[in-house]
């Protein structure tokens, strides 16, 4: 069974002199695909024509980008799409060769098995110490470039903890290692305000709902210690609570359970 295209053709490897593979140069989308559908594609092409559009890579025609998700999701199952538009080879060091043409390629993973579970029961966290630069015009983008959640992903790991909290160099919280928070203080649902991080589709999702109501504002470490709740989301996972933050126990609060009631009505 074919798990990877490259360029629409099935493909296990790129050529070693790949700009994404050698500068980063790349952007990507992970994508939830049920019975072949992605309801969150709209999002998932906006922030990748937001990327391409900055960084002046091309984007391959919309129809055609789905089709090669829909050869590799098919139908009666779910699975995990990602989609990587690298610059492709060629050019000079940094310097890209702008004749040359970008490289799509498109992978298949398998359902995690624990994700039920995960939202049932909610998630093992700690405080990650990697921090994130503030400031770079890259930010809100799904970019290749990821150092520095590899590196708390390997902090967490260390902690045997399920995800962490990571917070930008001037102390304000930003989102976990591979998804977007919302932070509960009783009747506040609250989007940490950081200017660094991915702008998460599954939040803007939950975010443009009418009826949802979420405001803004800079969360720190010790605003953490009286938060009611935590939601843990992403556009593959949805959102999951935060059971456990850094010893202490969280409860799941009845704001979550629903919100997580008209994700599954809506995403799944
Ligand atoms: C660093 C980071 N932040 C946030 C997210 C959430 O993004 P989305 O809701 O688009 O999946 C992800 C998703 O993988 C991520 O890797």
Known sequence: MTRCLVDGRPAESVPADDRGLLYGDALFETIAFHDS????????????KRGSDLLGIEVPEQSMLLADCR?????GCAVIVRV???????GRAYFPDPARPARRIVQVRDWPVDLDRQRREGLVVITASTTLATGSMLAGLKHANR???VLAAQECAAADADEAMVFDNQGALVEAIAANLIVEFGTRA???????GVAGVGLAWLEARSDIELERARVTRADLDSASGIMVIN????????RQL???RLDVTDRCRAWQRLWSHHLS
């Open 71 to 75: 050869r590799l999701a098919p139908p």
């Open 84 to 90: 990587s538009l690298t610059r492709g080879s060629g």
């Open 190 to 196: 609250v989007i940490p305000l950081s200017d660094s």
């Open 235 to 242: 556009s593959v996972a949805g959102i999951r609570p935060v």
């Open 147 to 149: 150092l520095e959640q």
């Open 246 to 248: 850094d010893g202490r």
């Open 37 to 48: 559908r992605a309801p969150l594609w709209p999002l998932h092409w906006q922030r990748l």
